[in-house]
């Protein structure tokens, strides 16, 4: 028996099946057409920004980190409402590359964004942004500069473990046809041009506390305050928060606060252990997560975590963020001289990936990961070790090797746990 029509509509089509079934048809199913049963034939669609897409696992909307390979590890990108903590390294040079890449994606974007600092001016933050590869010829010559850095061993089938071949690839070129990210040249600056049509804020703290001779204007209380009244005045007052759906088209705000918690800010948790003032950091990340849930937002902040003697602290902050990144440069280690990590400038550790809509955090099954920065592009790969050590390899190493690859995921067999060198 055929199911009634639910619209008036329907009443052909439901006779077309009847019709089909009876001429001994196999099925009676049809494809749903575009157009709905309802009052005025539409059916509801997804929230459409510029620069954003659902999530393919919970059709949470996503924003790109301003790099692929990021975006590939993350889960397809960064959450609409979430904070992202990069872990600073210790020279703090590859951290403020992330911060600009994201920047840079907004302006690109064409999102809101919203900078704040304690030790570098907004405006001169944005003048160092990479610059995008937006036509045929500077992807080109991106690609160009991708060869020739690449290894001979690179292009070789079965140069390198076998265990590396059945794993994922991760992204490093321009890719034409991707709407989603965009790939930035970082030896050359960001045009003019787009920055002059980019809309931006910024909150830089010594500014904001010249106005007022008060002693405790230079505690980090203060500074946190001032900031978060800063970034709920802007969701509130354009719009991000979801008000007036009629009256603006929407967008993202992208916020990025550079190196927070440092001493710069007027904390002390850097300082000493036993700091008094130990939870302000904390509360300001507990309410501007609250701010960032119910608005179109997403945000990103360093932390030099380095300098934290309390660890306490940074469980707590890192429990209070979405997303954690914590970033290892070989600068200045034993690493740095080590034949082992030759081709990487250090180590890029995926602590913590935000599961939504759930009581607990998931976790990235990916522990082997390494970046380089060029001269051009700054590109997260896979850490491949090489299959076998020559005699002129130190003892050191060797044990450095195998300490490395316990690190490893799952594909290495029970002969990688002991202390000598892998044999394949």
């Not at 510029?50 to 059709?59: A, D, I, L």
């Not at 001493?263 to 904390?282: A, M």
């Not at 034949?339 to 939504?356: A, C, F, N, T």
Request: aromatic share 6%; charged share 20%.
């Amino acid at each position: 028996m055929a199911a009634p029509a639910t619209c008036a509509s329907g009443a052909s089509s439901t006779r077309s099946v009847a019709a089909a079934a009876g001429k001994g048809s196999v099925t009676s199913f049809q494809r749903k057409g575009p157009k709905a049963c309802g009052i005025d034939g539409s059916s509801p669609r997804l929230l459409s920004i510029t620069g954003t897409r659902p999530s393919v696992r919970n059709g949470q909307l996503l924003v790109s980190t301003g790099l692929p390979a990021l975006d590939q590890l993350l889960g397809g990108g960064l959450a609409v409402g979430t904070v992202l903590l990069i872990e600073e390294d210790k020279h703090n040079i590859y951290s403020p590359l992330l911060f600009k890449y994201f920047l840079a994606e907004g302006i690109v974007s064409g999102h809101t964004l919203l900078i704040a600092s304690a030790n570098e001016n907004p405006a001169e933050i944005l003048k160092g942004l990479p610059a995008p590869l937006l036509d045929e010829k500077d992807k080109k010559e991106f690609d160009e500069d991708v060869c020739n850095h690449k290894t001979p061993e690179a292009n070789t089938p079965m140069k390198i473990a076998w265990r590396y071949q059945l794993l994922p690839k991760v992204e490093v070129g321009p890719v034409s046809s991707s709407r989603f990210g965009h790939y930035y040249d970082a030896s050359k600056k960001i045009p003019q041009k787009l920055l002059e049509d980019s809309k931006w804020h910024g909150f830089f703290l010594p500014e904001k506390l010249s106005s007022t001779l008060n002693p405790e204007s230079c505690s980090s209380t203060h500074g946190y305050m001032k900031l978060l009244q800063f970034i709920k005045n802007i969701i509130y007052e354009e719009g991000f928060d979801g008000s007036n759906p009629q009256k603006k088209q929407k967008n993202i705000l992208r916020i990025g606060i550079q190196n927070l918690g440092s001493p710069l800010w007027g904390d002390d948790i850097c300082c000493r252990e036993n700091c008094d003032k130990s939870h302000n950091l904390t509360k300001f990340l507990y309410v501007l997560r609250g701010l960032l849930r119910t608005s179109l937002s997403a945000c990103i902040i360093t932390v030099p975590t380095y300098l934290t003697m309390n660890k306490a602290v940074i469980a707590r902050v890192t429990n209070l963020s979405d997303t954690v990144i914590g970033l290892e440069s070989f600068i200045g280690s034993e690493r740095e001289t080590n034949p082992l990590y030759k081709d990487y400038h250090g180590l890029i550790h995926i602590r913590q990936i935000p599961r939504l809509n759930n009581l607990t955090c998931d976790e990235s099954a990916v522990k082997d990961l390494a970046f380089k920065s060029k001269r051009k592009l700054f590109t997260i790969e896979r850490l491949h070790l090489p299959p076998d050590l020559s005699d002129t390899v130190s003892r050191s190493s060797k044990q450095d090797l195998a300490e490395s690859a316990k690190l490893l995921g799952p594909g290495c067999g029970p002969m990688a746990g002991g202390k000598k060198h892998l044999d394949f």
